[in-house]
């Protein structure tokens, strides 16, 4: 009976608790980095990409645990290296530049419902050459019934989500304001 009692505490503490559902590193988009190229922006650095939530870490889907960046790097540093990484692949990136861009995270989060899964990452993105603009992403994508597989997938479409949300910032008009 103890070996009974033993065995249920753990199976459902087990089953409460979750896993952690990890993202994947940012790879550089070539199509981002084409808009970069012809943007006429030659030279560019990397300022801090800040949420009104502070450094985010995790944020919990369902009741299946949290959703992470690998090294417990946080999301709005996930995106500032993901631009850094696009820049410099483009040929623009100088750390030591003046001109910096930087973002004002409003909303970064993600939606895990049944088939319409989505990541919303809005951001107003200025410069000191430039007050800036506001930029609204939404990626979406196909989720999953069972908690632990749809979490699983928000957790893999992050790093498209960030591509989706460069995407909006290298191409929209005011882009290469930033620099000039």
Avoid at 41 to 67: H, M, Q, W, Y
Wanted: glycine share 6%; with cysteine.
């Amino acid at each position: 009976m103890k070996i009974l009692k033993t065995l249920s505490i753990a199976g459902v503490a087990f089953y409460t608790v979750g896993c952690t559902h990890m993202t994947s590193n940012y790879g550089a988009s070539p199509d981002n980095v084409d808009k970069i190229r012809n943007s006429g922006i030659t030279e560019l650095s990397v300022g801090e990409f800040v949420s009104k939530n502070s450094d985010t870490t995790s944020i919990t889907c369902r009741a299946a645990g949290p959703v992470k960046n690998q090294n417990n790097v946080s999301f709005e540093n996930y995106i500032e290296n993901a631009i850094k990484n696009d820049l410099e692949m483009a040929g623009v990136y100088k750390e030591s530049s003046n001109i910096k861009i930087s973002g004002a995270i409003e909303k970064l989060d993600f939606n895990s419902n049944i088939g319409a899964g989505k990541w919303m990452i809005n951001a107003t993105i200025s410069s000191p050459k430039s007050q800036g603009y506001t930029v609204q992403s939404t990626y979406n994508f196909s989720t999953n019934f069972v908690a632990d597989k749809a979490c699983q997938q928000v957790a893999q479409a992050y790093e498209p989500a960030v591509e989706n949300f460069i995407n909006q910032i290298v191409t929209h008009p005011e882009f290469s304001s930033l620099a000039k």
